[in-house]
């Protein structure tokens, strides 16, 4: 269904919505606008302008969100990034979750770069250190 779709990677499916791409094997995208599906294994579930661009790597709605680690996640919310493989970033604005196994778990501009670092909401906060955490609030 849908229009302008492209499932080229071998096993890919894109099942509807309009101008999507699944490139990668075995990757998919089920609906939305303007998403892209692009290595093994990976998969967006609608929004728009979305990109999984890692392995296995998944972005689950919203917009213009990126999960470019192997096996990261980006649950919605907008402008959100998850280059850190095994990284997660559950929603919120511009959040980022670069570091190895790091979560950032919702908020605006927050970022967790260290491994195992975990930013739980809020506003401008960063957990930059191996096992950081930092439970919200705004910084600064």
């Excluded at 290595?39 to 917009?63: C, F, M, P, R």
């Amino acid at each position: 269904g849908g229009s302008s779709n492209t499932a080229s990677g071998e096993d890919a499916a894109v099942s509807g919505g309009s101008t999507n791409t699944a490139s990668g094997e075995n990757a998919s995208v089920s609906g939305g606008t303007g998403n892209k599906a692009s290595k093994n294994y990976s998969t967006v579930s609608g929004g728009s302008k979305n990109k999984a661009s890692g392995l296995a790597s998944a972005v689950l709605g919203g917009s213009n969100n990126t999960a470019w680690g192997e096996h990261s996640a980006v649950s919605g919310g907008v402008e959100n990034l998850a280059p850190g493989n095994y990284s997660t970033v559950s929603g919120g604005w511009k959040n980022e979750a670069s570091g190895t196994s790091s979560t950032v778990s919702g908020g605006s501009t927050n970022t967790a770069s260290g491994e195992n670092a975990v930013v739980s909401g809020g506003s401008m906060n960063t957990a930059l250190g191996e096992d950081a955490s930092v439970s919200g609030g705004t910084c600064c």
